[in-house]
Structures are given as structure tokens and as C-alpha cells.
């Protein structure tokens, strides 16, 4: 999806491996909506997609910024801001017109979620990966995401077990840009985004190949159906929140401490199913997309990095506290920057400004942790 860290080693994927792939895609959707409702296995469906769509045209969030930031490359960042804008046009009408059965990605601004945003911005560079690559590059076969991913849970879980006691910090009241008016702003901004990013650019890097603009429309869509079938814009970190809660009660935690996960909505959401859970089911999705398009490339088994010790550690420590500050952040590169902005929400320009501040300082911090020195 991303920046590569070692090269997949060759695993032979026929026709036949290809059928079988395709068929196990299809039974899985079939058997969620068998088991627990047609809306849920659409939502596997839709979760599939996006990781098809990631990992199969090499689309993501932090390797355009990587690119942007150190190679003033503006393509995957412009095609990241059409994403969006697409998405709006569409999202913030619609909400509007049914605001008692569609929510958007609202949050306020704070101070937490401000430093939250900014310690995103640096672990995703460390790790390369948001909450979505993470996922995506875990699934097609990434030893440095795959380690990272649980202690990302963690993280989670832990960030909305502290979350109203940073709160407790400050908190703006929440700002919604809506109304033909609200998707104005938004699309102004965008464009002025864009325009500072072309003139930032290196000469023709603005060009977009074909297979970001079919990525940007791809995911446009899935973003689209995601909200229109979940009845919410599109999310990653609460699901794998909610997975290590889940582990925890397991376990034998108590969970009443925490103001959020004692909550009667969050108590009964640690009862059911996760295959109930919306963005669990589009986690799951992605990360099996991922595989699916690996094992059909046929490149799954990604040799383990030769990395020095503190650059394993670096990558746990980095893991824990994407979870935890996305959390703080009310969202990662998804539910914040692109769900947020694209649904109308002040809180993620801000999340936005904060992350690609951080992105700088993480890049620069990559070789003196022994990861991959910038490119």
C-alpha cells in the first residue's frame, strides 16, 4: 500500500488460487449476512473493498505525505484531497437532508486532540502507516505493521479508557460546516490546499497517474456506501478499540472506572458480536482485502526486516500510541482528516494541520531509531 520494507517472496496464485479467492470473498460476505443480517455482510463487502482498493492500486495516507514532505511529490496528497471532495459533495447534502438516521464525523477541537493529531502524525511516520495502513499493510504481509497492529488495539482501548479525563483539558464547542454554504468552505479549502501543494510541487508533480484517480473515485464510493449503509462515515480506531475491550472483559477486567467504556451504549457494544460492530466489520474487511490482493499478486510472505532492536521497539512503542493518541484525536487519517473534512467537521482541518506537522517530525526522527532512513 505504502513504503515497502523488505520484498515479497514469490507464492504461485493460478487461475484456480484466483477462483478460490474470489469464492472466499463471496462466502464470507455471505455468511456474515446469514448469520447476523444483510446490512453487516454489506459492510464486509464494503470493507473488502477499501482494502482491495488500498493495497491493490497502492493507495494510502502516509507514504503521499512522505512523499510530499521530502520529496515535495503533491500526486498521492491531491488525490487524497479529490477523495474528499468527492466524498463531500455527496455526504454533507445527504446528512443534512437526513440528519435522524445519517451522523457525520463531528468532534471539537482541544488541546488533547490537537497533541493527539501531532503524535499521530509522527507514529504513522514511523511505522508508515495510518490506522488504515496499519490494517492494509499488516494484511499483505508487512512484519513491521503486523507487530504494531495489536499494540494499535491497545492503544485504542487504553486512549478512550483515559479520554474524558484529557478532555478535562478543554474542549471548543463542535463546529460543522453544513448547508450549501458548509460544502462551499469545504471544497474552497480543498482547492486551496491543492493549489498550495502544486505550488510547492516539483515541476509535473501534480500529474496524477491512472490509478490514483481510479482510487480516489474508488474509495469516494466505498465512503459513500459505507455512510449510507452504517449510517456513519467511514472509521478505523474504534473497532480495534473495541477488539482489545473485548479482550480485556475476557480476561477479567473491570471496566467501570472508565466513563466511556462503562457506558451503557459501549456496555452493550462489549456484549454483542463484533461481527454487529460497523467498524469492526470494515477492519476485518480491509485487512482481508489485503491479504486477498497479496495472495492474488502472489507475493504473501514478506521476509522478516533486518532491523536492529530499537527499531523493533520503536515500532511496538509507535503502535501503542497511534491507538492511543488517535483516540484523543477523535480519529486517525480516516475518521478524522478524511471522514471529518469530508462530512463537514472543523475538527478535522485542525486534526489535519496538527498530523502533517507531526509527519515532518517523525520522518526526521526514522534513522536515529534505526527504521528506514528517508527517501
Not at 471532495?85 to 445519517?102: F, K, Q, R, W
Not at 509535473?204 to 484517480?213: D, E, K, N, Q
Request: hydrophobic content about 60%; some cysteine; proline content about 5%.
Amino acid at each position: 500500500m505504502m513504503d515497502r520494507m523488505a520484498t515479497a517472496g514469490p507464492v504461485p496464485a493460478g487461475l484456480g488460487g484466483r477462483s478460490l479467492l474470489m469464492a472466499a470473498g463471496l462466502l464470507a460476505v455471505l455468511a456474515v449476512a446469514t448469520l447476523v443480517g444483510g446490512r453487516y455482510g454489506l459492510l464486509l463487502a464494503i470493507g473488502l473493498g477499501f482494502g482491495i482498493t488500498l493495497e491493490g492500486l497502492r493507495f494510502g495516507f502516509a507514504g503521499p505525505w512522505r512523499a510530499m514532505i521530502l520529496r515535495r511529490e503533491p500526486a498521492g496528497l491531491l488525490a487524497q484531497l479529490l477523495a474528499i471532495a468527492l466524498v463531500a459533495v455527496v455526504a454533507i447534502p445527504l446528512i443534512g437532508a437526513n440528519p435522524s438516521e445519517l451522523i457525520g464525523a463531528h468532534a471539537p477541537v482541544g488541546w488533547a486532540m490537537v497533541g493527539g493529531a501531532f503524535v499521530f502524525g509522527i507514529c504513522m511516520q514511523l511505522v508508515l502507516g495510518c490506522g488504515s495502513g496499519t490494517l492494509v499493510n499488516a494484511g499483505s504481509g508487512n512484519a513491521v505493521a503486523a507487530l504494531a497492529l495489536p499494540f494499535f488495539a491497545v492503544g485504542s482501548f487504553l486512549g478512550a479508557y483515559h479520554i474524558d479525563w484529557w478532555n478535562g483539558f478543554g474542549l471548543a464547542p463542535v463546529v460543522v460546516l453544513d448547508g450549501l454554504s458548509g460544502l462551499g468552505v469545504t471544497l474552497a479549502a480543498l482547492a486551496a490546499v491543492a493549489l498550495v501543494a502544486i505550488w510547492l510541487g516539483v515541476p509535473g508533480g501534480a500529474r496524477l497517474p491512472r490509478r490514483l484517480w481510479l482510487a480516489a473515485a474508488a474509495l469516494a464510493v466505498l465512503a459513500l456506501l459505507n455512510l449510507v449503509v452504517a449510517g456513519q462515515p467511514w472509521g478505523v480506531v474504534y473497532g480495534l478499540g473495541l477488539w482489545a475491550a473485548k479482550g480485556a472483559v475476557a480476561m477479567g477486567a473491570d471496566l467501570s472506572a472508565s466513563a466511556f467504556w462503562s457506558a451503557p451504549a459501549q456496555v452493550e457494544r462489549l456484549r454483542e458480536s463484533v461481527l454487529t460492530d460497523v467498524t469492526s466489520l470494515t477492519n476485518i474487511g480491509m485487512i482481508a482485502g489485503a491479504v486477498g490482493v497479496s495472495l492474488w499478486r502472489g507475493g504473501l510472505g514478506t521476509a522478516v526486516p533486518g532491523l536492529p532492536a530499537k527499531a523493533w521497539v520503536a515500532a511496538v512503542i509507535s503502535g501503542l500510541l497511534l491507538g492511543y493518541s488517535s483516540r484523543l484525536a477523535f480519529g486517525c487519517n480516516v475518521g478524522a482528516f478524511f471522514s471529518g473534512i469530508s462530512t463537514g467537521s472543523l475538527h478535522g482541518w485542525v486534526w489535519f494541520v496538527a498530523a502533517f506537522a507531526g509527519s515532518w517530525v517523525g520522518i526526521r526522527m526514522r534513522p536515529g531509531l534505526g527504521l528506514e532512513g528517508p527517501r
